[in-house]
C-alpha cells in the first residue's frame, strides 16, 4: 500500500518485526485524521499477516508526533465533534491483538505522548520529551492522556503534567514507569526491532493471550482479573503450543511453536 503520512518496512533477520514510521516532518508528525487513517490500514494488514511477530511505531529524531493536528481541529464545533465522531480512528491502536512497541524520540506530546501510552511497551531515546500540553490550548487530553497516564505514573505526577502542561524527560519517564528503557537515540529503533525478535521467538498465539491478559489488569478489578488471568492460563492446556513448550523443556530442546 502506498501511504503518504507513513512509511512501512519489515525488519529484523526474519523479518517479522513491522516497523511503522510516522513521516509528517513538517508537522512534527502532527497526528491528522489521514495520518491515523493510514496507522489503522496499516495496522488492519499487520494484524492479518501470520508472519508478524511484533510492530514498532516510531517517529523521527526531532518528533515522535507532536500531538493532534491543531490547524485541522481549530475550526471544530462541539457539535461537529460529535456528529464527525472525532477520534474514532484512534482506538485502533490499542485494539490491536499483537503486540506494539513505542520507539519514541523527541517530542511525543498530547496525542503522540497518547499514542505511545495505546503500545504495549515505551522505549524512549534519551533526547524524548513526554508531555500532556492540551491546557494550554484550552482542551483536555482526549485519548487517555487523564487516564492511562494516571494509572501509569500515579495521580500526582499526572496531574502535575495534566495542569502544567510541563513535559519530562526520557530519564524521568523511565522513573515513573511511562517506558521500560531509555537509550541512544541513534540505537533506539534497532533496539525496539530486537525487543520485537524476542518476542518473536515465542508462540504468538500465547502472546496474544498474555497481552489481553496483562492488559486486562487495566480493565477490571483486581479479583475479576485474577480471573481473567486464571482461565487464560488453563485455556493454554488446551493448545499445542503448552504441550510443545513444556515438552522441550524436558527434553532439553528449544520449542518449536506453530501457533495452534
Ligand atoms: C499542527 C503542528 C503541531 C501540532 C507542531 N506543528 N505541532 N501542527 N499540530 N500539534 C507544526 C508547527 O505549526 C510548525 O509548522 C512545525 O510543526 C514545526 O513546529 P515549531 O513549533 O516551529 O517547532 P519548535 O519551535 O521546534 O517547537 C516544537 C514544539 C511545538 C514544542 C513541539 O511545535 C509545539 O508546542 N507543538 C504543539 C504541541 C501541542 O500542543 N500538542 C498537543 C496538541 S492537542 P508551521 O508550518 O506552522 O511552521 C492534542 C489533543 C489530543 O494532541 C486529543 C486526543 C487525540
Redo the contacts with the bound molecule.
Sequence with gaps: TNFEFIKTELAGEKKNVAVITLNRP???N??CNGLMKELSTSLDQYEKDNSIAAIVITGSEK?FA??????E?QPNTYSKCIMGNF?ND?TRVAKCQKPIIAAVNG?A????C?LAMMCDIIYAGDKAKFGQ??I??G?I???GGTQRLTRVVGKSKAMEMCLTGNMISAAEAEKTGLVSKVVPADQLVAEAVKLGEKIGTHSQLIVQLCKEAVNTAYETTLQEGLKFERRTFHATFSTEDRKEGMTAFVEKRPAKFNNN
Excluded: N, Q, S
Excluded at 507532536?66 to 490547524?71: L, R
Excluded at 506530546?109 to 503522540?112: A, E, H, N, R
Design positions: 513538517k508537522a512534527l502532527a497526528l518528533a507532536a500531538g493532534a493536528d491543531i490547524k481541529m477520534l484512534w517530542y506530546l498530547g496525542g503522540g497518547e500540553p492540551e494550554a490550548l482542551t487530553p482526549g485519548a
